[in-house]
């Protein structure tokens, strides 16, 4: 069975930074790109960031681009996302999501909350 | 960036009833879209990948279509725990976007 566990959210003041973990576990890690999803409060889904097994090509939303940073580490089934310079509009549960076929997010994780406020 | 448009924002139907939601991409996506199914309180499940193919497990009675771009999922006959808010996301080029969801009521 699929599992993806996301870990390291919690309460920031602008400005800070937070690193978010996702531990994959019940598929071949190194197989599938892997995503990171947000979703602000009573709001809709807002994609982040993906990036594809060799660990180089990586995507980022707009609002991302130079502030978030995607890893992964393969030896340890392990997804990363770096915040940095974090706003009160990136307040939001942040899912890790495993892509499949045609690009599709098939399995995702129960997500971690990220909530940025002074 | 490719906008995807959904359409209706809300709709309240009975059990039973056939409903149509659509999604609209504002540029080509070829067959790179995908349908969402969102409960309250739960993280998304895939229904529908490749416009057209349902992902293992979910009911026959949920299909995707395509017509250029213009997407629709369809739901044959609706259960009680098809209540939820459907996204579309297309993966055609980044960065990846989603529809703003249509949220499917059953009375």
């Known amino acids: 069975e699929v599992q993806l566990v996301e870990s390291g959210g919690g309460f920031v003041q602008p400005g800070e930074s937070l690193r978010l973990s996702c531990a994959g576990s019940?598929?071949?890690?190194?197989?599938?790109?892997m995503s990171w999803i947000r979703q602000a409060p009573g709001k809709g889904l807002e994609w982040v960031s993906t990036?594809?097994?060799?660990?180089?090509?990586?995507y980022y939303g707009d609002f991302a681009k130079g502030r978030f940073t995607v890893s992964r580490d393969n030896s340890k089934n392990m997804l990363y996302l770096q915040m940095n310079n974090l706003r009160g509009d990136d307040t939001a549960v942040y899912y890790c999501?495993?892509?499949?076929?045609?690009?599709?997010?098939?399995?995702w994780g129960q997500g971690t909350l990220v909530t940025v406020s002074s | 960036e490719i906008v995807l448009t959904q359409s209706p924002a809300a709709v309240s139907l009975s059990p039973g009833e056939r409903v149509t939601l659509s999604c609209r991409a504002s540029?080509?996506?070829?067959?790179?879209l995908t349908w969402y199914q969102q409960k309250p309180g739960q993280a998304p499940r895939l229904l529908i990948y490749?416009?057209?193919s349902r992902a293992t497990g979910i009911p026959d009675r949920f299909s995707g279509s395509r017509s250029g771009t213009e997407f629709t999922l369809t739901i044959s006959s609706l259960e009680p725990e098809d209540s939820a808010v459907y996204y579309c996301?297309?993966?055609?080029?980044?960065?990846?976007?989603f529809g703003q969801g249509s949220k499917l009521e059953i009375k």
């Open positions: 999501a495993k892509d499949g076929r045609a690009g599709a997010s098939d399995s």
């Open positions: 019940g598929f071949t890690f190194t197989s599938y790109a």
């Open positions: 990036i594809r097994v060799n660990n180089f090509d990586k």
């Open positions: 540029q080509s996506v070829s067959t790179f």
């Open positions: 490749d416009a057209s």
């Open positions: 996301q297309q993966r055609s080029a980044w960065p990846s976007t």
